[in-house]
Each structure stands twice: as C-alpha cells, then as structure tokens.
C-alpha cells in the first residue's frame, strides 16, 4: 500500500451564506456542493458560485450525466439541474446515517459513516445491491477510471483512500494536514479530486496519483 500526503492544488471558499460543505459533485463544468438547504453550484476555473438550488442538501451528492442526487437524512433525491424540481426519492440505505453518494456503473454508491461502510445501491429503488467494508469513518466516495475512492475522518485525522472494490484493500492513502477534513469527494474525471470539509465549509481540489502500469 502506498502513503502520501495528499498535494492541495487550490481552495475554494469559504462561500457567503455557506457555513458547511457536506457532498460535492461535478458535472463536467460545475463544482456542486451540498450545503444543508442548498445545492450550490461553482465555476472550478474561477472559484465563482454560479448558481444555487434551494433543496434539503445535509450529505452526499451526485451527477450522472443528467440528473443530480442528493442525501436528505433518511432518502435519496433525485434532482433536475434545470428546474431544480425533486422528480423522485428512494430511501438512503443507511436511514439517515448516510455519508457520500456518486454514481458508477448505472449505479449509486452510498458511504455510511459511522457503520463503515460502502454500499452499492439500485437507483430506482434503493435495494442493496452489495456492500464493502472500511476500517475508518466512511465520508465521501467517488469512481474515476474504474478506481473507487473514499474519505475518511476520524479525530483530527483525514485521508482519502483508493479501494479494491471488490475486497475492500486499502491501495494508496493520501493523508490530508492536521485538522483538514474530508465530507465530500468527487473526481472530476481526471487527475483532479474535489473534497469537500464541514468545518472550514471549503472545497479542496487534490491530486489523484497518476496511475501505475
């Protein structure tokens, strides 16, 4: 397994009216970030909030090309970006214990926090479609290239970790600085992982290792 500390590319925020940052996704062009009432969206180029939807927003988030979803408490809501109109909701697996969210392979994939654990989710129905388990608090979750990551907070101490999907090993660890933590996590499908932080209410984008042969 190999451990780094984690290289911060940039910050972003803190952003007016934000006082926590929970999920963060991306859509190809927007940073979208959870924010307990609201869905807020930035420009990563500029930092600048674009646009924001008025939704419960206490978790994680996801984009799947289409359609944001997004925690609140005990359920998943599946969004439309345009109207901001909820279409539809599904429990959360973990009935408000929920942490991340993302989507991969026609699927969602939900971080349970304190029962450490990822779980890999019909996204219709909510019905558990398999489970992993982690050794540390479970935060934000992402895919990119086929690899799952996710963060982990515990105390003072947070990293973001790539994962064997399939035996949950623990891969590579990037150890973020004493007292910067990690709620959210999403790729922007590249080299770049965006995290979010409750405490600080900023995004942090980080560098991904580059893959190995």
């Given amino acids: 397994m190999k451990r ?8 972003y925020g803190p952003f007016p009216g ?22 807020n969206a930035f420009d990563p180029e500029n930092g600048e909030t674009v646009r924001s939807i008025d939704v419960a927003a206490d978790a994680g988030t996801a984009f799947d090309g289409e359609h944001l979803f997004q925690i609140a408490e005990d359920r998943i809501q ?17 009935l ?8 991969a ?13 990822i779980h890999q989710i019909d996204p219709e129905t909510g019905r ?27 105390g003072e101490q947070s990293e973001v970790r790539h994962v064997d999907p399939q035996t949950a090993k623990v891969l590579e660890r990037l150890e973020m600085p004493p007292g910067v933590g ?11 992982l965006f995290c979010g932080d409750t ?15």
């Fill in 78 to 94: 599946k969004i439309d970006p345009k109207s901001g109109r909820v279409l539809s909701t599904i429990p959360a697996p973990g």
């Fill in 128 to 154: 558990i479609l398999r489970s992993i388990d982690s050794d540390r608090f479970v935060t934000g979750v992402t895919w990119v290239d086929g690899e799952l990551w996710h963060g982990t907070w515990e």
């Fill in 182 to 192: 990690v709620s959210g996590l999403e790729s922007n499908g590249g080299d770049t």
């Fill in 105 to 117: 392979e026609g699927t969602l994939w939900v971080g349970q926090y304190r029962d450490r654990k």
């Fill in 18 to 39: 934000v006082d926590r940052v929970h999920g963060v996704s991306f859509d190809g062009q927007h940073v979208w970030f959870a924010s307990g009432d609201k869905l």
């Fill in 96 to 103: 408000g214990g929920d942490s991340g969210l993302t989507w």
């Fill in 199 to 213: 405490v600080s209410a900023k995004v942090r984008a980080i560098r991904r290792p580059a893959r190995r042969p």
């Fill in 4 to 11: 780094s500390p984690a290289q911060i590319l940039r910050e």
